[in-house]
């Protein structure tokens, strides 16, 4: 079975791992509270997603 003939070094390491780092998730403002929110999520502060409201929150 192959076997590496020599140590990979941290450089070429870090060089092939560039391409693997995590990313924020992508956030959208609530069009009814302005609140921060993810796209495709009811608003966890207003309880709206697409105009009406989902889930009872108390203000």
């Not at 924020?24 to 796209?39: D, F």
């Amino acid at each position: 079975m192959p076997v590496p003939k020599r140590k990979t070094s941290k450089s070429k390491r870090d060089k092939r791992r560039t391409h693997q780092k995590t990313e924020a998730p992508n956030v959208s403002s609530c069009p009814e509270c302005g609140e921060a929110k993810l796209p495709h999520h009811a608003c966890p502060a207003c309880g709206s997603y697409k105009g009406r409201t989902v889930i009872e929150t108390e203000e």
